[in-house]
């Protein structure tokens, strides 16, 4: 599967299983994918790059957006569904907006 942000089309994983959920990107480097979580809030503890984020609803309209996000942070926000983690800059160059709407591809 791919996710499509402002025209960028990259593989989406979904954190969906304990193990997954406990690692996510922690102490990888050179992050080729998304990774999609089913929850209001993250953390950056162990991370060996910066990540860039998306917050959405349950319906995959954008309400928060961060760029380059250095370890050791935490992020929590009300009335986010999911959030979605990607390699540091993706973002960069998007035209990605609040309210947009996240769209997913098999």
């Known amino acids: 599967m791919k996710i499509s942000v402002s025209k960028k089309e990259i593989k989406i994983e979904f954190a969906n299983t304990f193990l997954k959920k406990l690692k996510g990107f922690m102490f990888q480097r050179n992050i080729d994918r998304c990774l ?3 929850t209001n809030s993250i953390h950056t503890f162990f991370m060996k790059e910066n990540i860039d984020i998306l917050m959405t609803d349950k319906n995959n309209i954008v309400l928060y957006i ?3 996000i250095p370890k050791n942070r935490i992020i929590i926000k009300k009335g ?21 709407k996240l769209i997913i591809k098999k």
């Open 36 to 38: 999609c979580f089913k």
């Open 80 to 100: 986010v569904y999911y959030t979605y983690e990607f390699p540091n800059n993706f973002l960069n160059n998007s035209n990605i907006q609040i309210n947009d």
């Open 66 to 68: 961060f760029k380059s």
